[in-house]
């Protein structure tokens, strides 16, 4: 990316600083205890978004049949190097968090919200950037996020359970 001109006196080269999104898909065609998931590392990591969706069959309405789903996801683990715990939470626990947190009104119709399926592990303390957790190396070899996912009693497999996962990441500027 090309530097960008921020008015006449302030220019931002984006290349080598900034807050980079990174999204991965992990489909599950079957119940999982702890599944890992890799998330990236090198930078500083200030949150983790997830979208998670059923595994419904398709309908003429739906089209792909995969549901935004609440059910899904259950405990979320995110570990560095294998040993150290982040955050451990449910899925549910996570979004009523985020409406608190985030001050979300998402009122039910008909059985479904707007916040259907999206929660936000947020890593920072007291909204500080400075405070994302450092995932660079020599420090840490390894992040993942451990998942389970519900039971075919409580969600369909008919399709793959699909769990979109954006990392967000804080990229300092290089010395």
Do not use: C, W
Not at 34 to 46: A, E
Not at 80 to 109: C, H, S, W
């Amino acid at each position: 990316m090309s530097p960008q001109k921020l008015g006449a006196a302030k220019t931002i080269d984006t290349s080598r600083r900034g807050h980079r999104p990174a999204i991965q898909i992990q489909q599950f065609s079957a119940q999982t205890t702890d599944y890992p998931i890799d998330i990236n590392r090198g930078n500083k990591l200030s949150g983790i978004m997830l979208f998670a969706q059923s595994g419904a069959a398709g309908t003429a309405t739906t089209a792909t049949g995969k549901l935004a789903s609440n059910l899904a996801l259950l405990k979320l683990n995110l570990k560095v190097n294998g040993q150290t715990d982040i955050k451990v939470t449910d899925f549910k626990n996570l979004q009523a968090e985020n409406r608190t947190k985030y001050g979300i009104v998402a009122p039910m119709a008909s059985n479904v919200s707007v916040l259907d399926g999206i929660a936000h592990l947020n890593l920072l303390a007291r909204e500080d950037i400075s405070t994302a957790l450092d995932v660079s190396a020599p420090l840490v070899d390894n992040v993942q996020l451990f998942v389970d996912t519900n039971t075919a009693s409580n969600v369909s497999y008919t399709n793959p359970v699909q769990a979109t996962i954006m990392t967000e990441e804080v990229v300092l500027p290089r010395s």
